[in-house]
């Protein structure tokens, strides 16, 4: 899938991933796509959250090889 801009969250644990996902999407405009890279596990329930509090759309989510791996839309 296409995405615009790519963040990764390898190695850091909650908040991080999400409070760098929210740095990242401040930056993008309406519509575009961040694809985020995480090691940490606890990451797609907290994705999952964020994309409710925040209306950002989470696209995808998929996990391999101890990676997680979410496509979220800005809103």
Known sequence: MHFDQELDARGLHCPLPILRTKKAL???????V???????????????????????????????DQEFTFLIKRR
């Open 26 to 32: 401040a930056g993008m405009v309406s519509g575009q």
């Open 34 to 64: 961040l694809r985020v890279v995480a090691t940490d596990p606890g990451s797609v329930r907290d994705f999952q959250s964020f994309a409710r509090q925040t209306g950002n759309e989470l696209l995808a989510s998929e996990a391999s």
